[in-house]
């Protein structure tokens, strides 16, 4: 891109100046059709048009309601992923969010600070289906002890490992803990191959995957520079620079390309979610799924995932009713187990036999319950992974010692925190 | 400007031929007929006026004025963004991460341009002879520059792997390396591995404009100092340097401008890592802007970059004149 594209591009998501966003709207929300009778219009918009088999999966959704609720047309608007959270920062600052706009979870709080979604508290409150969702889930949907928005689908990342690589160093078992992890992981390294792979990138990619390293260690972002993050930091730190068990690459590494280097069979072992699941297939050999090896502080991870965030304009009673029907399993299970690839998030459907559409499904439906929000840190959420990422970077590539970088860290990141 | 002036010309021929009718006392209608004569131009070009004020001033001054602002994600929507003076820049400037990007994007820059136009002018020389094949393989330079930045650089970072990279490969082939550099993920090389890619991305640029520089020179020049006895040193000094000039300027600015303002190969390749050690001011606004949402922090980075970029560029018209001048 040139200068002038570029800095027209930036400066119309600064000002949202831009017409680019078409059809969505929030506001008005019934028209009179033809036969005189009121139809309500829902303008939904999601990013799950990233590949044919998601995309159909929501259009299948959507046909399917309107086809029970002849009263509902349903404007849908797929954006690109890349532009999702620019285009509707950009609606939210000129009154035109959506009615429905499926957003990652942790965006919730950026929204809702924003004034620009419906507040859900009465729904849900004595919504019959809330207490079947996971705690984290729950939580996930919550800003300010008010609720914005309803669950909708979950994933998580989890351990990834080659059985062939496996057997052929001696292993039967996947690592159940950091010590058993290191061990493997360096006993499966050698000229040709990386006993574990994962993302480091100076991107929320790699502050979405220590995270949980930090929660395992018994630590926590508000406690950043506690001796449990200095831990987290000295453990990644040992399998990059210590034992070379990991290589150094991962510090440019995105999930994508972890995916890819487990697939090709290089990496022994990763830490990735079910989205990978298509370049691992490509791969020829053996491999299975086991849940975060554990630290200190037991096993945790990363909750990935949408949920419906309502446009505070929206006609409020019509999106429940949608988002209530799509939360019933029993309208919308194959769509959004398989067709978008999610990990069951109800206590209900997490050993359902239904929702295993692939043998690994059950090694993350396990790591589940274990699954936390990154929106509970508040709307300054992206600033906060900056801090995160910033501080593993330092740390593998050598820049600062892990007690350094983890002080730096926590200077950083008190003003971040809270409401505002 | 040139335009313009073909306008008036032809309305003063017009004139001429209708003068002796029209001349004597300027009716009210005549008037009108006059200011619409002299409004004329301006109406053609004032579709390209509205254009530029819409594409190009407008978000130019928003720029400037929102890099005057405390806008973040959280009161974009409330648009009270405060205004906070010139807070934003103090911050940017006195914030080691934008000090090591804008020193990164200087030594980036200058380094990656003074190579490309090194190797681009010895390839020039070298293809300015006629000998067989010569067209040939020169075309095939350009096949490096018609392939998208977005590939090249997916490319070269698997070339540049530390454990699969073919880099790696013929350097420990040629016993120069005994432990595996991951170039693009180590602090100490990821900029100069940067630079090195961007050397090749610009090789072509520079050697097809340096090499049409060096057709036009007139070949008599050469034959003549031949015949005075030069040797093709004090040929290449007194004729080639001098001749060449105006156009290795030309091409050193434009590729500063291109190489200065890049933004997709540093974010392909590293994303500003390891540890901001391959960061640069474009995709440092980048990252303020669209991944932390500091649209006001962002804005103030945008627009240091602007102003090198507009100074480059004045720097190019300036000299693309004096080239003007030297030919009339």
């Known amino acids: 891109m040139n200068w002038t594209c570029r800095a027209v591009a930036a400066i119309a998501a600064l000002s949202a100046l831009t017409a680019c966003g078409s059809g969505g709207s929030g506001g008005d929300t019934t028209k009179q059709d033809q036969g005189g009778s009121d139809k309500v219009t829902i303008t939904w918009w999601d990013y799950f048009g990233y590949s044919p088999q998601s995309d159909a999966a929501v259009n299948a959704l959507i046909k399917k309601y309107e086809d029970s609720h002849p009263g509902v047309d349903i404007q849908r608007t797929a954006i690109g992923f890349a532009d999702f959270r620019t285009k509707l920062l950009q609606a939210a600052a ?82 159940q803990n950091w010590d058993e992890l290191r061990a493997d992981a360096k006993k499966l390294t050698d000229s040709k191959h990386s006993g574990i792979c994962f993302s480091a990138a100076p991107t929320e990619e790699g502050t979405f995957t220590f995270l949980p390293m930090i929660w395992q260690a018994g630590g926590d972002v508000p406690t950043l520079g506690d001796q449990a993050s200095v831990d987290a930091l000295t453990y990644v730190d040992a399998l990059v620079n210590k034992d070379k068990s990991a290589p150094k690459s991962v510090l440019q590494w995105g999930q994508s390309d972890v995916g890819d280097q487990f697939g090709s069979g290089l990496c022994a072992m990763m830490f990735n979610g079910p989205w990978v699941l298509g370049s691992v297939e490509k791969g020829k050999f053996e491999w299975d799924v086991s849940p975060w090896p554990a630290g200190k502080g037991g096993t945790a991870s990363p909750l990935g995932g949408e949920v419906w965030a309502v446009g505070k304009n929206a006609n409020v009673d019509a999106v429940w009713k949608l988002t209530d029907w799509l939360a019933d399993p ?6 959004i187990s398989e067709g978008l690839s999610s990990i069951p998030n109800r206590k209900d459907t997490l050993d359902d036999p239904a929702w295993l559409w692939h043998p690994m499904v059950k090694a993350f439906a396990q790591q589940m319950p274990s699954a936390r929000p990154r929106g509970a840190y508040g709307p300054k959420y992206a600033q906060i992974s900056e801090v995160v990422w910033t501080m593993e970077q330092q740390v593998l590539s050598g820049a600062k010692s892990p007690q350094d970088a983890a002080a730096e860290a926590k200077g950083k990141i008190q003003p971040l925190l809270g409401s505002s | 400007m040139k335009p313009e002036t073909t306008f ?77 003076g010139l807070e934003n820049y103090r911050q940017a400037l006195g914030d080691s991460q934008f000090v090591d990007a804008a020193v990164h994007s200087v030594v980036y820059a200058l380094a990656a341009v003074a190579l490309q136009l090194l190797i681009g002018l010895a390839l020039a020389l070298f293809y300015v002879r006629s000998f067989p094949g010569a067209t040939a393989t020169r075309s095939l330079y350009l096949i490096g520059y018609a392939i998208p930045i977005v590939v090249s650089a997916e490319v070269f970072r698997w070339l540049l792997d530390g454990r699969t990279g073919f880099v790696n490969w013929v350097f420990s082939l040629l016993g120069l390396q005994h432990e595996p550099v991951y170039w693009l993920a180590d602090r100490t090389w990821a900029l100069p591995a940067i630079i090195g890619i961007q050397v090749w991305l610009g090789i072509p640029f520079a050697m097809v404009t340096l090499l049409a520089g060096l057709t036009a020179i007139p070949h008599s020049l050469h034959e003549a100092a031949q015949i005075d006895g030069a040797t093709g040193w004090r040929r290449f000094r007194h004729i080639t340097v001098p001749l060449l000039r105006p156009t290795f300027l030309a091409a050193a600015i434009l590729s500063l401008i291109f190489t200065f303002k890049n933004f997709d190969l540093i974010w392909i390749a590293t994303q500003g890592g390891p540890a901001n050690a391959s960061e640069v001011l474009p995709t440092l606004a980048y990252k303020l802007v669209f991944l932390q949402f500091l649209f006001g922090k962002g804005a103030a980075v945008l627009n240091v970059i602007f102003l090198v970029l507009l100074v480059l560029s004045l720097l190019y018209l300036a000299a693309l004149r004096r080239e003007e001048d030297h030919a009339a």
């Open chain 1, 94 to 175: 000129t009154g035109k969010f959506p009615d429905i706009a499926a957003i990652d979870n942790s965006d919730v709080p950026v929204f809702a600070s924003q004034g620009a979604l419906a507040d859900l508290t009465s729904k849900m409150s004595t919504w019959a289906s809330k207490d079947k969702y996971l705690d984290f889930v729950i939580k996930s949907v919550q800003y300010d002890n008010k609720f914005y928005g309803v669950p909708f689908r979950s994933n998580t990342t989890a351990l990834w490992y080659n059985k062939d690589l496996f057997k052929a160093a001696g292993l039967s078992t996947p690592p």
């Open chain 1, 330 to 335: 029993a309208n919308s299970r194959t769509e």
């Open chain 2, 8 to 84: 008036v010309k032809h309305d003063a021929s017009f004139e001429k031929g209708t003068a002796p009718t029209r001349a004597a006392v300027p009716s009210p209608k005549r008037r009108g007929a006059a200011a619409r004569r002299a409004l004329t131009p301006y109406l053609f070009v004032l579709p390209a006026l509205v254009y530029m004020a819409g594409l190009l001033a407008y978000p130019m001054v928003l720029n400037v004025l929102t890099s005057f602002k405390d806008v973040t994600a959280v009161n974009l929507l409330s648009g009270d963004g405060q205004w906070v």
